[in-house]
């Protein structure tokens, strides 16, 4: 299968501090990206996407950056809460994969009260 | 219910027999999708239904695992003769249509190889 990560790197911040997420992504001809929070023992939720035409988009609390010039993205997470504590992935779609999404290594993001 | 639905939610079998696992995509969503996820570890694309299309099976780690999907409805992925590195959670997602990737997961299944 397409390949996934090792041991998930984590990042802990302080209840509302902001949380920058990083991933790199490896493929160059990939159109759209997707950010997903896992909670334990739940499958992933939808959070932001962003087309490769855009550099920048923001949702609620959330904003994702795109740099295709060094094939990276980042969520951030304004004012990170208790209730933000998950494992986050980004996915990517290469162009002309048909609609697959290959997901990224996930990071652990721990949020002390 | 509204959302994707996985059966068994728990699923401890021995080396060697083979499990089904089954996936109830959100009605009316035509492409669905399989993933694996090991322990600690991020989800790894298996499978991939888009409506009458042939399936993008490209992930499917060996010829024991296999997937089967009626119509735009329910479907099932099978492992033949399991082995402990099978061991993972099975997550099945479903969206709208061809290039809406906004997946809707389900919980998964858990399984266990002893």
């Known amino acids: 299968g397409e390949s996934v990560g090792l041991h998930l790197p984590t990042l802990s911040v302080q209840e509302g501090d902001n949380s920058i997420i990083n991933c790199a992504y490896s493929?160059?001809?990939?159109?759209?990206f997707i950010w997903y929070k896992q909670e334990s023992g739940k499958g992933p939720q939808f959070i932001i996407d962003?087309?490769?035409?855009?550099d920048k988009r923001q949702g609620q609390r959330v904003t994702v950056l795109l740099n295709k010039t060094v094939k990276h993205l980042s969520l951030q997470i304004a004012a990170t809460q208790p209730g933000d504590s998950a494992v986050y992935f980004c996915?990517?779609?290469?162009?002309?994969?048909?609609?697959?999404?290959?997901f990224g290594q996930g990071t652990e993001l721990s949020v002390k009260p | 219910g509204a959302g994707v639905s996985q059966s068994p939610s728990n699923k401890v079998t021995e080396k060697g027999k083979d499990v089904e696992l089954r996936c109830d995509p959100i009605?009316?969503?035509?492409?669905l999708y399989w993933y694996r996820q090991r322990l600690g570890q991020g989800l790894e694309f298996l499978i991939y239904?888009?409506?009458?299309?042939?399936?993008?099976k490209s992930g499917l780690p060996s010829d024991r695992f296999s997937a089967e999907r009626t119509g735009e409805s329910v479907s099932t992925l099978t492992i033949q003769r399991t082995q402990q590195e099978d061991s993972a959670v099975y997550l099945c997602?479903?969206?709208?249509?061809?290039?809406?990737?906004?997946?809707?997961f389900g919980s998964g299944t858990q399984l266990s190889v002893l």
């Open positions: 996915a990517e779609r290469g162009h002309n994969q048909g609609g697959k999404l290959i």
């Open positions: 997602a479903s969206s709208p249509n061809r290039g809406n990737e906004k997946l809707f």
């Open positions: 962003i087309r490769s035409n855009m």
């Open positions: 239904f888009q409506g009458n299309s042939a399936p993008d």
């Open positions: 493929n160059s001809a990939s159109d759209y």
């Open positions: 009605s009316g969503h035509t492409a």
